[in-house]
Protein backbone atom coordinates (compact mmCIF):
# COMPACT_ATOMS: atom_id res chain seq x y z
CA UNK A 1 0.00 0.00 0.00
CA UNK A 2 1.23 3.28 -1.00
CA UNK A 3 0.84 6.77 0.93
CA UNK A 4 -0.80 9.69 -1.04
CA UNK A 5 0.01 12.92 0.86
CA UNK A 6 -1.35 16.18 -0.21
CA UNK A 7 -0.34 19.57 1.03
CA UNK A 8 -1.44 22.68 0.23
CA UNK A 9 -1.12 26.18 1.48
CA UNK A 10 -3.96 28.96 1.55
CA UNK A 11 -4.16 32.07 2.41
CA UNK A 12 -7.39 32.12 4.33
CA UNK A 13 -8.64 31.08 7.58
CA UNK A 14 -8.20 27.48 8.64
CA UNK A 15 -12.18 27.28 9.02
CA UNK A 16 -12.79 28.36 5.43
CA UNK A 17 -10.28 25.09 4.46
CA UNK A 18 -12.08 23.04 6.95
CA UNK A 19 -15.83 23.87 5.95
CA UNK A 20 -14.74 23.06 2.50
CA UNK A 21 -13.17 19.78 3.08
CA UNK A 22 -16.17 18.55 5.50
CA UNK A 23 -19.38 20.18 4.30
CA UNK A 24 -20.62 17.81 1.75
CA UNK A 25 -22.48 21.28 0.23
CA UNK A 26 -19.13 22.48 -0.50
CA UNK A 27 -17.50 19.67 -1.12
CA UNK A 28 -19.07 19.54 -4.48
CA UNK A 29 -17.47 22.48 -5.50
CA UNK A 30 -14.28 20.55 -5.90
CA UNK A 31 -14.55 17.04 -5.03
CA UNK A 32 -17.55 14.82 -5.73
CA UNK A 33 -21.41 15.07 -4.74
CA UNK A 34 -21.70 12.71 -1.63
CA UNK A 35 -24.63 11.22 -0.72
CA UNK A 36 -23.47 11.47 2.82
CA UNK A 37 -20.87 12.94 4.48
CA UNK A 38 -19.85 13.05 8.43
CA UNK A 39 -16.38 14.96 9.92
CA UNK A 40 -16.07 11.90 12.55
CA UNK A 41 -13.71 8.95 13.02
CA UNK A 42 -15.28 5.92 12.01
CA UNK A 43 -17.62 7.30 9.25
CA UNK A 44 -18.44 5.61 5.96
CA UNK A 45 -19.52 7.14 2.90
CA UNK A 46 -18.80 5.87 -0.84
CA UNK A 47 -19.54 7.66 -4.20
CA UNK A 48 -18.91 6.28 -7.90
CA UNK A 49 -16.53 8.47 -10.25
CA UNK A 50 -15.24 8.30 -13.94
CA UNK A 51 -16.15 9.00 -17.30
CA UNK A 52 -18.99 7.83 -19.66
CA UNK A 53 -16.91 4.27 -20.60
CA UNK A 54 -16.06 3.32 -17.00
CA UNK A 55 -17.26 4.44 -13.66
CA UNK A 56 -15.86 3.43 -10.36
CA UNK A 57 -17.29 2.98 -6.75
CA UNK A 58 -15.11 4.55 -4.05
CA UNK A 59 -15.47 3.06 -0.07
CA UNK A 60 -13.74 5.34 2.38
CA UNK A 61 -13.76 5.52 6.19
CA UNK A 62 -12.74 9.13 8.11
CA UNK A 63 -9.76 7.75 9.80
CA UNK A 64 -8.64 10.71 12.57
CA UNK A 65 -10.21 13.95 12.73
CA UNK A 66 -8.42 16.61 14.25
CA UNK A 67 -10.50 19.95 13.29
CA UNK A 68 -9.62 22.79 11.24
CA UNK A 69 -6.23 20.96 11.14
CA UNK A 70 -5.98 17.24 9.89
CA UNK A 71 -8.58 14.79 7.96
CA UNK A 72 -7.10 11.76 7.38
CA UNK A 73 -9.62 9.06 5.16
CA UNK A 74 -9.09 5.81 3.42
Known sequence: ME???IERT???PAATVWKALTDKDEMKQW???LAE???EAG??????AGD???QYMH???VI???????LKFS
Open 37 to 39: FKP
Open 10 to 12: FDV
Open 59 to 61: LCK
Open 64 to 70: EIVENKR
Open 3 to 5: LLK
Open 43 to 48: FEYEFT
Open 52 to 54: ERK
Open 31 to 33: YFD
